[in-house]
């Protein structure tokens, strides 16, 4: 999945973390593999197991300069937050590793939920099955 955001050009300006322990090799993985720049890592408490509403808290705090902001978060609350912003395109649950891009119209961070998203990408890992069957 690191692999197929460096193919989308999807590189963050600022990516949070979840403190776990997998969200943070996840998140290594991807600087490592993505191309982004390690500096752009920020650790944020707030993600461990956050519901929907708190992960939105912290995109609304989200400061001007940032344009493209990545979230390595937890279920159910990242998987809430992407229905709750992309109702129309989105249903169900994100799959473990499977990526989410949102985009709005507006360029405000804290106006993020009050429109619906403009255009969303979701992919999941593809299964890959044992060689012994």
Known sequence: MARRLAELELRPDLMLTS????????????????RIDGRRLRFEERLYLARASDV?????????????LMIVGHNPGISELARRLSAEWFEGELATAALCSLSFEDGEWNAVGAAPARDVLHEAPRRILPLWS
């Open 19 to 34: 403190p776990a322990r997998r969200a943070q090799q996840t998140a290594e993985i991807l600087v490592r593999e993505a």
């Open 56 to 68: 939105l808290r912290i995109v609304h705090s989200t400061g001007p300069r940032i344009r493209h």
